[in-house]
């Protein structure tokens, strides 16, 4: 069998798939966040032979006509796809508890079709919790995808004791705030206060999460194993089920997953294709995070002070109060005219994969970061939430392959971030790193490597249902 993101970045399917053809039943977060790696996990399993069948909530659908070997099954649940507002963890909260009905009743249904091959299992993000109890009563086996960076995973599963130690009453006039933390050296405290807006809720919430990814059938992670493999080790003893690294997903397939937020802009690569070798700077923050009024100014005038090229997403409601570019600094279009370009929503994929590209100037999303890693471009970190302050975190700390710029965002550290990452030494020691880690990446999924390896035994385990 031949299981192949490999260095040419395409899916080859050399020999007949082993598998009996068996259905697998897919559902994912309603975010572009979840639902790509989804997809192109559910991509990768058609290729070995199975029949895929991706449940998704009527709002915030993926695109049908990209994926016409897929059957969909739209489910309604009365409210609209997920966002960071009131926060994530009491709208995911809200999900698990509004989904059990219409999501059995979907289930239920794709069993009972006739002419069909069996189910094997179902996967589901980790964060549906209530899905495990769904598929127990239906006897059917559920595995995990988890769409975020295993130390988060860490994180997340000892929220609870960092809420009950008192660590988000901590400020940052509090000196605690900036030391490391006692059990894990390599992050913060204020890494770990970072996290969530709502540490109860999300203490109350993840426990379910944990509680039912034990009661699973298996784990699969869209990492490799290399950069995390200590922290697997470690997360081994408290998830004693199969356990899958064949990231990262987004390697298997060559293009940019259709976009559920906006529309793909592709007028500026005319530009782009203009622009020096390494010299523009890619900035976006991903789906859900917003900026402040202060922050988004202090975004344009940092980078329109940099005086180099850049690329810059602005999402319509990436500032609530505003329209689109209506925030923008007087005279800014005129001074950056040329040298800068704003667009909705771009193919980021594709855009990493640019040689004008010279760094990435991220919210850290797992998803971006593994994008730049598959790509080698150095990242500068302004992480907002969730998983993002540890994403970050690891990319400066640990990997080096990028630097922070948390806290508060100014004109002046955007500028100096900048140049670190652009012009000094520095960024040239950290695009040395990324590429070996890019280069790692290459090797697990070469024949024999980790995620190779990894998927093979995820194929066999599900064909053996
Ligand atoms: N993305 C994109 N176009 C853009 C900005 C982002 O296609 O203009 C994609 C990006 O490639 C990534 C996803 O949106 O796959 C964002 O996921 P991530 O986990 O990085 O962040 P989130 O949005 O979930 O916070």
Redesign the pocket.
Known sequence: MTIHGGRDHTIVESTPPPTKGQRIILFALP???HL?PMLQLASILHTQGFKIIIIHTETNSPNHSNYPHFTFKPIAVGVTGLTCEPEPSSHITYLNEHYVDSFTECLAGLLAEPNEPPVACLITDAEYYFAQEVADSMKIPRLVSWACTIVSVLVYRDIDYFYQKGYFNLTSEDSEYEEPVPEYPLLKVKDVIKTSRNPYGMAKYLTKVMKEVKASAGIIWNSFKEPEEAILHTLNNDFPIPRFTLGPL?KYLPL?SS?IVFE?DRTFFEWLDAQAPKSVIYA?F????KLSELEFQEVAYGLANTNLPFLW?VRPDVVKSSEWLDLLPEKFLEQVRGRGRIVK?????EVLAHEAIGCFWT?S?????L?SICEGVPMICSPREVGQPIIARYVSDVWKIGILLDDVLTREGIESAVKRVMLDKEGEQIRNRINLLKEDVNISFDEGGSSHQSLKTLVDYISSF
């Not at 991903?286 to 995070?289: D, N």
């Not at 929503?345 to 994929?349: E, L």
Request: aromatic share 8%.
């Open positions: 975010v572009q966040g790509s987004q940019s976009s793909h976006s991903g789906t859900l995070a997403v929503w771009c193919p980021q994929k919210h999303g797992w998803n971006s970061t994008e």
